[in-house]
């Protein structure tokens, strides 16, 4: 494995902060940003990122559709549109997470379904050997060294068969993969699953960090939601500190989503205290890059299964784990993921052996994202709408599960609210449809509709 790329410290760039964070690249010492790599288009760039790259700040886009975690493998379409990102923005490296964001279709005879937001991947045997795969067919397609993020979890699968740093530390062994390690998600699982951040900084192969990942969240009700709006606590900066007491990580990066402080000198603040928690950290201890940071014999380090770390990667040959056929893997693997996401989103019954209470917390938390995101792609809607948009929306969501992306479920949203008569106020009634039909446009969004059946749909909201 290559050496890591050195970045610093950093912030996620988001549209709301872009101005800020422009400020505090040349004030507060911010080396590099992330982007999220769906919300950029190559041939288009926000000319905030163009500015920053002009200063040579280093930007990385960072991908939250792949599904390299899903039964199928990543999709060639999408994996062209990460490495074309990656090409407009000059990166050095790309991220993605451990996770599935879509199943069901064919393979299972249940219907193809989005989850909308990032799902773990139980720590089996079969996730793992799909998992390695998958990332093999992404890093072959990609321009630049890929790195992956370990999640945070409202749920846990049953049946696990390693622990969260067994399963990290196997995957960089097969692959050669990079890691992105969120101390944040750490956390999050500490409390809603009693796994021990300690533990799984043990067991990992600090080498192989690209970068590490800091944020926010609060804890409703004894579940620890990584909401990514508010500032860094204390816990997860400890986290981060036990972390660079191990290794000097090359970069660390604030991530905020959501609820942004009106004054960037809040920002500035958090940057510093990351910055202050490394630096202090790092002077007990921190192992050198290169060399292994796993735990002592009988802390808990995983038995070896394949070569070094990197080494199928920097030789081309896979491990013996990787040479055989994953087809009934996957298929086992498509079988439980459509099941569990059929009981978050559609409405089906409890897979054996989840909690249904957390099932209803995690299938919760899928309903607001989804409000959450649609409301930012299509803010006219929460516009129209006012107090009543998150309700209705909730309400839609209950019945009507993603199957698309975020604008298309928009679309969808609105003409729910117009063919369930959800619109009492005429004049709010006539914003939505005047809004539905400028989107819609003359041709069905979907292949399965004709023509015929769109032309009838817009005489019928036009109430002709």
């Known amino acids: 494995m290559e050496q890591s790329v050195r970045l610093g410290t950093g912030i996620g760039w988001r549209p709301e902060i872009a101005d800020a964070v422009e400020r505090m690249a040349g004030t507060a010492g911010i080396d590099w940003v992330e982007v999220v790599a769906e919300n950029v288009c190559p041939g288009h760039l926000p000319e905030s990122l163009t500015r920053l790259r002009e200063r040579g700040v280093t930007v990385v886009p960072h991908g939250v559709s792949l599904g390299l975690g899903g039964a199928d493998r990543p999709d060639p379409e999408r994996l062209r549109a990460l490495a074309e990102r990656v090409r407009a923005l000059g990166s050095p490296l790309v991220t993605e997470h451990i996770a599935f964001v879509r199943a069901g279709g064919p393979p299972t005879g249940a219907p193809a379904l989005e989850a909308g937001h990032l799902l773990p991947v139980p720590r089996t045997r079969d996730a793992l050997d799909v998992l390695c795969e998958n990332v093999r067919i992404a890093q072959d397609a990609l321009p630049v060294p890929l790195a992956v993020e370990n999640i945070a979890a409202l749920l846990s699968w049953p049946g696990e068969e390693l622990t969260e740093g067994q399963f990290l530390y196997e995957l960089a062994d097969r692959t050669g993969v990079r890691l992105l390690i969120d101390v944040a998600n750490l ?75 009106d004054e960037p000198a809040e920002l500035e603040r958090e940057v510093t205290a990351i910055r202050e928690t490394v630096r202090g950290a790092s002077g007990r201890g921190a192992v050198p890059k290169g060399t292994s940071g796993r735990g002592a014999p009988g802390r808990g380090a995983p038995e070896r299964t394949g070569a070094a770390i990197g080494s199928s990667a920097d030789t081309g040959s896979p491990s013996v784990t990787d040479s055989a056929d994953t087809g009934p893997a996957r298929q086992r693997l498509a079988l439980g993921q459509a099941a569990l996401l059929s009981a978050l989103v559609a409405g089906a019954p409890a897979p054996a052996g989840f909690d ?105 909201l036009l109430g002709r």
């Open 187 to 261: 956390h999050t699982n500490h409390v809603n699953q009693g796994e021990d951040p300690a533990r799984a900084l043990d067991e990992l192969p600090v080498e192989a960090i690209a970068y590490v990942h800091v944020a926010g969240g609060f804890e409703r009700d004894g579940v620890w939601h990584d909401s990514h709006d508010r500032p860094v606590p204390p816990q997860v900066l400890d986290v981060l500190a036990d972390l660079a007491s191990r290794v000097v990580p090359p970069g660390v990066l604030l991530e905020r989503d959501e609820n942004f402080p």
């Open 356 to 460: 249904p209470e957390r099932l209803d917390v995690q299938a919760r938390a899928l309903a607001g994202k989804r409000a959450d995101v649609v409301a930012k792609v299509a803010p006219e809607l929460p516009e129209i709408l006012g107090g009543s948009y998150r309700p209705a929306f909730l309400g839609y969501a209950r019945e009507h599960p993603m199957t698309g992306g975020y604008r298309h479920d928009a679309l969808d949203f609105a003409e729910y609210l117009l063919r369930a008569g959800r619109v009492e106020d005429a004049g709010t009634r006539r914003q939505v449809r005047a809004w539905w039909l400028e989107r819609s446009g003359p041709a069905p969004r979907s292949a399965r509709r004709s023509v015929r059946l769109a032309r009838t749909a817009r005489r019928v």
